[in-house]
């Protein structure tokens, strides 16, 4: 029997990246990604549909979790809250949707254990990220403990994080070595149509692409 694992893919560059290198590791890959109202949601489901093909994913679940845009407090969901677009600021920033990663993980144990899947890879990235909590390897081992508490003997997952100490530039040169299709990728936190350019995810894209020394194929509305 294949050995299965559960790929968090947001249609990210981060998420992307990880699941090509679940992939590469044997595994067969079963994709998860949240609708969740965030404000590029289309654009970003376009971008896992995309990656699936290329992936060539044959089970995969596209989950509705409409009570983030209920809960608002953050600027990706709450559309009366302006998307930062001065620079990367420290402390945990207004793009942080309260426990997300919490809430994908808790999901996707559920899934993973119908499967009979041993690995959830997620493409969280501590150092070089925005100051999420929950991007962390202290939350990610604290998960990973609570989910095989709370699951059946025998589930036995492993959390996987190959990015968690990466910096941007050194995922893009990974993801070039791997020919992940990064032209279909999405990092923009408010627009569907030509990335901002000035949003924390961008400038970090941006970032990243520049200290690899190689240009992103998708198109921006202006760059910092």
């Given at each position: 029997m294949a050995k299965k694992a559960i790929c968090i893919l947001s249609g990210g560059m981060d998420s992307t990246l990880s699941s090509y290198i679940a992939k590469n590791e044997g595994y067969e890959i079963?994709?998860?990604?949240?609708?969740?109202?965030?404000?590029?949601?289309?654009?970003?489901?376009?971008?896992?549909?995309?990656?699936?093909?290329?992936?060539?994913?044959?089970?995969?679940?596209?989950?509705?979790?409409?009570?983030?845009?209920?809960?608002?407090?953050?600027?990706?969901?709450?559309?009366?809250?302006?998307?930062?677009?001065?620079?990367?600021?420290?402390?945990?920033?207004i793009t942080y949707v309260p426990f997300r990663n919490g809430i994908f993980l808790s999901i996707a144990t559920a899934i993973a254990e119908k499967h009979e899947a041993t690995a959830l890879y997620i493409g969280v990235v501590q150092e070089d990220s925005s100051g999420y909590p929950d991007c962390t390897d202290t939350f990610i081992n604290k998960m990973q403990k609570a989910m095989n508490q709370g699951t059946k003997?025998?589930?036995?997952?492993?959390?996987?994080?190959?990015?968690?100490?990466?910096?941007?530039?050194?995922?893009?040169?990974?993801?070039?070595?791997?020919?992940?299709?990064?032209?279909?990728?999405?990092?923009?936190?408010?627009?569907?149509?030509?990335?901002?350019?000035?949003?924390?995810?961008?400038?970090?894209?941006?970032?990243?692409f520049k200290e690899a020394g190689t240009n992103d194929k998708i198109e921006y509305v202006k760059t910092v």
């Open positions: 079963i994709a998860i990604h949240f609708n969740y109202g965030q404000r590029t949601e289309h654009k970003e489901l376009e971008s896992f549909r995309n990656i699936c093909n290329t992936l060539d994913v044959q089970e995969k679940y596209e989950i509705d979790i409409p009570f983030f845009t209920q809960i608002g407090a953050n600027a990706l969901t709450d559309s009366s809250i302006d998307v930062p677009i001065g620079g990367i600021e420290a402390g945990v920033p003997k025998e589930t036995n997952l492993e959390i996987i994080t190959p990015l968690v100490h990466m910096t941007k530039a050194q995922i893009v040169s990974k993801a070039l070595e791997l020919n992940v299709p990064l032209e279909y990728t999405w990092s923009c936190y408010k627009n569907e149509d030509k990335a901002c350019g000035v949003c924390d995810s961008c400038r970090l894209r941006l970032k990243g």
